[in-house]
């Protein structure tokens, strides 16, 4: 098993890895915007539930070969998709900045602070 964050859902417990440089690259749009602040995963949209679902599900998968995209979305549900996502945007080694806050690589208002 690839190390990682265990989470609880449904009644299943799975070790959800860090994702893989083809899931990041499927989805770096979606993944920056989340990074960047741009979109809050409390307050997402019913499309962005479903791309958090399938990130989820991507990362899930590298430790459960046999597990079916369906099979993942009967464990998922509204208590604990945020939880999900969220384990696996840290096990990645993302930290979702909040609005207005200055993500790695931006600058900050004002200029250089050196």
Do not use: W
Request: aromatic content about 8%; overall charge negative; hydrophobic content about 40%.
């Amino acid at each position: 098993m690839i190390p990682g964050t265990r989470v609880t859902l449904g009644e299943r417990t799975y070790l959800i890895p860090p994702l893989n440089f083809a899931a990041m690259q499927l989805h770096k749009d979606f993944l920056a915007d989340c990074v960047e602040g741009k979109i809050d995963p409390a307050n997402a949209i019913r499309t962005d539930f479903m791309k958090m679902a399938d990130i989820v599900y991507l990362a899930v998968r590298r430790n459960y070969k046999d597990l079916s995209h369906e099979a993942l979305m009967e464990d998922l549900d509204m208590a604990n998709m945020i939880p999900a996502f969220e384990a696996v945007m840290k096990t990645t080694g993302f930290e979702p900045s909040k609005p207005g806050e200055t993500s790695p690589g931006e600058a900050l208002p004002g200029g250089s602070q050196t």
